[in-house]
């Protein structure tokens, strides 16, 4: 009997917990915040199995109390007392009656599929107690039960709403049915209007509210409005009595957990005005609205005058539009899309850096081959541009007050299709993800990415031969790359940024927007959702990565090369050219070709800058000793030389002697702050050693060259 009873229950509480699971996934809304509610249910009470030849069709009711838990938007906790009535089947025709009180805890789940309909789900147990209406032996019973059910809400208004409700219910050793029933719900609200904003004392007859004003409000700034005003008030004073203690706040129920302060006035003078800047805190539910709407916004005035309290309040209508709406009259606003905590960013930008880690040469700028892996697979991924044509960027960032459309992260790789901006946004994101900075470049009619190389216009200039293609801001070297040109590969995207650049800059027409500094002011914000993100092979995105980055190497080095092989000639005993060729090799990541070069000059004669440069060839090959050997032979040579110090600081520091590299590094301190500023994290130790030499991954990718 009880391993039946666990078999009916057991799918019961499996498909509450999986429907519970499974909130988030249902819809993007949240439910009201009510805090407390109250639930009459009357329904019919079902016999199931062999209890159906038992009992008959009874009655039953429910009395439940929910009490929402903060925090945890879908879930909330549950208590419910209950009757139920069944009548027993008789062959004598007499009416016998089985009678249960009932009382039951448990939690609830609760999902918005639209702004007046709610699914939800319930898991309970109990305690309940049976008699019968006759006088017999043993008329009298009591044990545990187990409800579960499902149920379906209509919201009639913000306090009243009717429901379905369908259970199974589990009194153990006695009876098992289906309750059906229809309940009627008053939600108690968790503050807002009726509880905290109203005003509990009279208006003030002669303080007026006048000339209130809204702008356009978008989902996507949220947190902007805290410290930015979306409206504006005045008072007047218009009686002969001054007007103390002012506290003017504002709420919209739902999309603000509390009402805002929005200024204190210690007095406004008979006859006096003061305007008002209405500011908002509002919460995330903000990110659930898919289509512009119309919400109440209740503004409050408290005041004292003549030592009573006085409340006056409005209450306006505010137009908030949906969550992927913007306008372009600041070009910094784009930069709140850029949400790097999504999960599918996440996911795209950690999985591609693992695929790609340690198949190119460590020499060449982590963030110039982050940047080129992350397009690369952004092309094999399907991502097309593909121009919106209800808000064109070419025309919307015209109109400055025109409303646009911009993708999340998430949107653009669930679509595989997006406009610049939305494109943009895209690739700003995956990079940022991993602590690349990005920055927006706009230009007339178009936006796009600029990539920050970490590296000074000096260190780009050494290791790349076409540094013209950079921009130069602020002592950083930035890659601009046109990302709408994914079918045509990096190269030519950073060509063509390069190009728009150079064109509408000097025409003054061209702006950089780091979305570092942009964030200051318009934070990113995000939502999850849509489909499950399917990566390009592992394979394929290694392959495509790895036939940019040679086509890079094919088109910057070996025309150097050439060049330096013809100088060599007509000057074979110019060791200072065989040592550059050696660099250029070691640069681009042909190591086998740049040793070459270094012995040849070694098989002459000790020169220290290519014993520097076979000990960074060790040292890219992760063969710390030999690098270290070559270092030490190069310090005999010329024992002060930054490279030379440098370098053995940084190998002793791989090696974890620390003493070692103190002494170096001080003395590169003394012959060269500069340098030894750019490579502060060998100045320490311990947990924020290992910090900064993970971000600088032991300066493999910013190498300092003997020359």
């Given amino acids: 009997m009880e391993s039946s009873m666990k078999q009916k229950i057991l799918p019961l509480v499996i498909a509450v917990m999986m429907m519970s699971f499974n909130v988030p996934s249902l819809c993007a809304q949240t439910p009201d915040e009510d805090l407390f509610s109250l639930h009459f249910i009357p329904g019919v009470s079902i016999p199931m199995g062999e209890d159906a030849q038992v009992y008959t069709i009874g009655g039953a009711a429910s009395l439940l109390g929910r009490l929402s838990i903060p925090g945890f938007p879908y879930l909330s906790v549950e208590l419910a007392a209950g009757y139920t009535m069944s009548p027993i089947n008789s062959v004598s025709g007499d009416t016998t009656l089985l009678n249960i009180l009932s009382g039951r805890l448990g939690l609830g789940f609760r999902v918005p599929v639209s702004d007046s309909i709610i699914l939800g789900a319930h898991l309970h147990g109990g305690y309940f107690y049976g008699f019968l209406n006759v006088d017999v032996p043993d008329n009298t019973g009591n044990n545990p039960l187990v409800e579960a059910g499902a149920e379906v809400t209509l919201k009639l208004s913000p306090a009243l709403s009717l429901g379905l409700d369908a259970s199974y219910r589990m009194f153990f050793g006695l009876t098992n049915d289906v309750l059906i029933g229809v309940g009627l719900s008053y939600h108690f609200p968790s503050g807002g209007r009726d509880t905290i904003l109203t005003p509990q004392t009279n208006p003030y007859p002669e303080l007026e509210l006048l000339d209130i004003s809204f702008n356009d409000v978008f989902p996507v700034f949220y947190k902007y409005y805290a410290d930015h005003p979306l409206g504006k008030i005045t008072l007047r004073n218009k009686g002969t009595t001054p007007v103390e203690n002012v506290t003017v706040k504002i709420y919209v129920n739902q999309y603000m957990d509390n009402p805002e302060i929005c200024q204190e006035i210690k007095l406004i003078p008979a006859g006096g005005r003061e305007q008002v800047e209405l500011f908002a805190l509002f919460n995330d539910r903000m990110l659930s609205i898919t289509e512009n709407t119309k919400v109440q916004i209740n503004i409050s005035v408290e005041s004292t005058v003549a030592g009573e309290q006085y409340g006056n309040e409005s209450v306006q209508s505010l137009r908030i539009f949906d969550r992927n709406a913007m306008t372009w009259e600041d070009d910094r606003r784009a930069a709140a899309f850029v949400s790097i905590k999504d999960p599918a960013v996440q996911k795209f930008a950690k999985n591609v850096t693992s695929y790609i880690k340690d198949k190119a040469s460590k020499a060449i700028n982590k963030n110039f081959l982050t940047a080129l892996a992350f397009f690369e697979t952004m092309r094999l991924y399907g991502m097309s541009y593909a121009v919106d044509p209800t808000t064109p960027f070419t025309e919307f960032s015209r109109r400055k007050n025109a409303v646009d459309f911009l993708q999340f992260p998430n949107q653009s790789l669930e679509y595989k299709a997006g406009d610049c901006d939305d494109l943009s946004i895209l690739y700003a994101a995956l990079l940022e ?237 003394k012959r060269s702050p500069e340098l030894a500023g750019r490579f502060a994290y060998l100045s320490m130790k311990g947990s924020a050693a290992s910090t900064r030499s993970a971000e600088a991954e032991s300066g493999r990718d910013r190498m300092v060259w003997g020359e």
């Fill in 433 to 669: 993800s991993v602590g690349v900075k990005t920055a927006f470049i706009t230009t007339p009619g178009h936006i796009y990415v600029a990539v920050n190389l970490d590296m000074t216009p000096y260190e780009a200039g050494k290791q790349f031969a076409n540094s013209g293609d950079f921009i130069f801001k602020d002592n950083q070297t930035w890659l601009p790359v046109e990302i709408t040109l994914l079918s045509r590969g990096f190269l030519e995207a950073w060509q063509e940024g390069s190009k728009l650049w150079k064109e509408e800059n000097g025409r003054g027409r061209a702006r950089m927007i780091p979305l570092e500094e942009a964030w200051k002011t318009y934070e990113p914000v995000g939502f999850t959702g849509g489909s499950g993100l399917s990566l390009p092979a592992e394979d394929a995105v290694v392959s495509a990565y790895l036939k940019e980055v040679m086509k890079y190497i094919d088109r910057d080095l070996y025309p150097q090369t050439r060049r330096l092989e013809e100088q060599i000639r007509a000057n074979p005993n110019d060791l200072s050219l065989q040592n550059k060729l050696g660099i250029l090799y070691a640069r681009y990541g042909v190591y086998d070709k740049a040793e070459a070069a270094f012995k040849r000059i070694l098989d002459t004669r000790d020169y220290a800058p290519a014993l520097v440069n076979m000990g960074n060839v060790a040292y890219l090959r992760d063969d710390l000793q030999e690098a270290k050997r070559y270092y030490e032979r190069a310090h005999k040579l010329t024992p002060n030389d930054t490279a030379v110090l440098l370098n053995l600081a940084k190998v002793n520091y791989d090696l974890g002697q620390y003493r070692e590299t103190e002494i170096f590094y001080v003395r590169l301190r």
